[in-house]
């Protein structure tokens, strides 16, 4: 049986790339390039699934950024 996630990807001020599940509450990972990261965050998600009962189905809709003055 084959499942679709969500994965947010993001770059930390260090330079790594930082993956985040959030239908797998603490499912994330992170590696210095984008193919190592793929790699990791599928291990992540196989090891979240073996430990998570209660997966949450919304469905993603996008991601918008936000200018705030501070």
């Known amino acids: 049986m084959t499942k679709e996630f969500n ?3 993001e770059r ?3 330079g790594y790339y930082v ?3 959030p239908e797998l509450q ?3 990972t992170q ?3 984008l193919d190592v990261l793929m790699e990791r ?3 992540a998600i196989a090891l ?3 430990m998570e009962d209660d997966i949450v189905s919304n469905e993603f809709i996008g991601v918008q950024r936000i200018a705030v003055e501070v």
């Open 31 to 33: 590696a210095t390039s």
């Open 12 to 14: 930390d001020e260090e």
């Open 48 to 50: 979240c699934l073996e």
């Open 19 to 21: 993956a985040s599940v």
């Open 26 to 28: 603490g499912c994330h």
């Open 41 to 43: 965050i599928r291990e």
């Open 7 to 9: 994965v947010i990807i």
